[in-house]
């Protein structure tokens, strides 16, 4: 990671971290994972100018990034210990 991108992942982290509990989330949640369909994605930041899903992810498999909403994320939160797929 340059430094470019290091500033950019220190910025996102602290909108998501000052951001997240005016959406209904802990700050601590990111970068905590939720299943989803049977997928397992990773919460990487927020994005309030998308109100119906305004939470940005990554799926684990893939890395494909996708956005969702709060209550899906809400329902899918585990705490990854890498033994499940």
Not at 21 to 40: A, E, H, Q
Not at 50 to 58: G, H, I, K, M, Y
């Amino acid at each position: 990671m340059n430094t470019a991108q290091a500033v950019v992942a220190d910025l996102r982290e602290c909108d998501f971290r000052r951001l997240a509990p005016s959406i209904g989330l802990k700050p601590d949640d990111l970068n905590r994972f939720f299943r989803n369909n049977g997928m397992v994605y990773q919460i990487v930041g927020i994005d309030l100018l998308c109100e119906r899903r305004p939470v940005l992810c990554v799926r684990k498999m893939d890395k494909l990034r996708a956005r969702f909403p709060v209550s899906i994320i809400k329902a899918g939160l585990f705490q990854w210990t890498g033994f499940e797929h």
